[in-house]
């Protein structure tokens, strides 16, 4: 079992950067990659981004590439997503996930989201 609390979110000026952490509990949690994905309100859940165990290979959706970077301290037992130039269609509730496979689309475990709120 893993247990996933993010926390970061908040109100942005659109530019404007805003860092996500994800404090990660759980038996060999270590092992686990970690992602983000996001909902806005009327839309259907989205991919962000995804970092395997070691912290050596990432992947990131389409339209949030070279603006956000995903990290991971596994020292710390925590997730990173640092987000730049931050447009308004970037709000949504990010959710921070764990699953052992790197490529799935529906990881096994999920936090409980923060609100991402960028203002035009």
């Known amino acids: 079992q893993v247990q996933l609390v993010e926390s970061g979110g908040g109100l942005v000026q659109a530019g404007g950067s805003l860092r996500l952490s994800c404090a990660a509990s759980?038996?060999?949690?270590?092992?686990?990659?970690m992602g983000w994905f996001r909902q806005a309100p009327g839309k259907e859940r989205q991919f962000v981004a995804v970092?395997?165990?070691?912290?050596?290979?990432?992947n990131y959706a389409d339209s949030v590439k070279g603006r956000f970077t995903i990290s991971r301290d596994n020292a710390k037992n925590t997730l990173y997503l640092q987000m730049n130039g931050l447009k308004p269609d970037d709000t949504a509730v990010y959710y921070c996930?764990?699953?052992?496979?790197?490529?799935?689309?529906?990881?096994?475990?999920w936090g409980q989201g923060t609100q991402v709120t960028v203002s035009s």
């Open positions: 759980g038996r060999a949690v270590s092992k686990y990659a």
């Open positions: 970092i395997n165990w070691s912290g050596d290979s990432t």
């Open positions: 996930t764990a699953d052992l496979s790197m490529a799935t689309m529906s990881p096994r475990y």
